[in-house]
């Protein structure tokens, strides 16, 4: 079975949707059942946007991103520092 991809707008939803059949009394299990999602993605759903607005949502995400990027960057820059420092003690 293929994985579904959620967006950040659409989880932020699926939650307020969640929290109000949670309110009027409904199961954990039934709620996530009707949402679609197992039990462990909800959890982890509201931990990482419980009280985020779509565009919050948007901006962590836009921010991840970068973030990873500029890894990514720093990490290609400290492999070449240390190409060029060996190069240059002659030990090649």
Do not use: S
């Not at 709620?31 to 982890?44: E, Q, S």
């Not at 190409?83 to 003690?89: C, G, T, V």
């Amino acid at each position: 079975m293929a994985r579904k991809k959620h967006g950040p707008e659409q989880v932020i939803r699926m939650l307020r949707e969640a929290e109000v059949e949670l309110a009027q009394g409904a199961a954990v299990g039934a709620v996530c059942k009707k949402l679609g999602i197992t039990p462990n993605t909800y959890y982890r759903w509201r931990k990482e946007y419980g009280g985020l607005k779509v565009d919050q949502a948007k901006r962590l995400k836009d921010l991840e991103r970068e973030n990873t990027r500029l890894k990514r960057i720093v990490a290609d820059q400290q492999l070449d520092m240390a190409i060029l420092r060996e190069a240059a003690q002659g030990n090649f």
